[in-house]
């Protein structure tokens, strides 16, 4: 079955430091692969997307995310990060032919001043 | 352009009363409509999903039901709830017959079961 899996629950940075989270998939055929953000009480925001092509594709809000078909991985990573990135990250892979999508668990990102 | 909205917001309801979630999307035609919900400290389930009038398919079984009795239009229902209901519930679409598409979310209901 398809899978997402986000090893890390919770991150913790301090604003102005570089971030990577992890995000690995399961899933047979090419997958296409999603980041969004919840800030807390709202609904999801696309953040980035690969769907083919070039493997390091770029976000809103100064992301971007490298897809590594050998490690079955496409992290999230930003340069500099900023106290308003204070967010739960969802990685997510298309697993149907109504492009339904399976979550990852999400990571909880904290920013320190 | 195109927008989802979904409501209510928020929603306080007692164990066995029934439950009505309404979706509706502007601005495109012939979406495909999808529920998820969001357990507390839990990444997203989907729950229901539709790729037409009519057209529902169920991903978890439960005590909620789906109809999309318009193209555009997708409810989310049941007829008691549980304690095990509560959540944040979202609906979201996608661009029927394309392959490259992303999902839209709307702003989520936050249903407390009491």
């Known amino acids: 079955a398809q899978s997402v899996t986000q090893p890390d629950i919770h991150i913790t940075v301090s604003e102005g430091a570089s971030l990577e989270l992890r995000c690995n998939y399961s899933?047979?055929?090419?997958?296409?692969l999603f980041w969004y953000v919840q800030s807390p009480g709202q609904g999801l925001q696309l953040l980035l997307k690969y769907f083919s092509g070039d493997t390091l594709v770029q976000g809103i809000k100064g992301f971007e995310a490298e897809f590594k078909r050998s490690q079955s991985s496409f992290n999230l990573r930003k340069p500099s990060v900023h106290w308003s990135d204070a967010a739960e990250y969802f990685c997510?892979?298309?697993?149907?032919?109504?492009?339904?999508?399976?979550f990852g668990s999400g990571t909880q990102l904290t920013v320190l001043p | 352009s195109q927008t989802i909205h979904q409501w209510p917001a928020t929603l306080v309801q007692p164990v066995g009363s029934p439950l009505s979630l309404e979706c509706t999307v502007e601005g495109t035609s012939n979406p495909n409509l999808y529920w998820y919900r969001q357990a507390a400290g839990r990444g997203l389930q989907l729950l229901f999903y539709?790729?037409?009038?009519?057209?529902i398919s169920s991903e978890v079984p439960q005590n909620l039901s789906a109809s999309r009795p318009q193209d555009r239009q997708f409810i989310l229902s049941s007829k008691k709830l549980l304690l095990s209901d509560s959540g944040f519930y979202l609906c979201a679409w996608s661009r029927g017959q394309t392959m490259n598409t992303e999902a839209f979310f709307g702003q989520g209901t936050r249903l407390t079961v009491v």
């Open positions: 539709s790729v037409g009038i009519g057209q």
């Open positions: 899933y047979g055929a090419t997958p296409y």
């Open positions: 997510a892979v298309v697993t149907g032919s109504a492009r339904q999508l399976t």
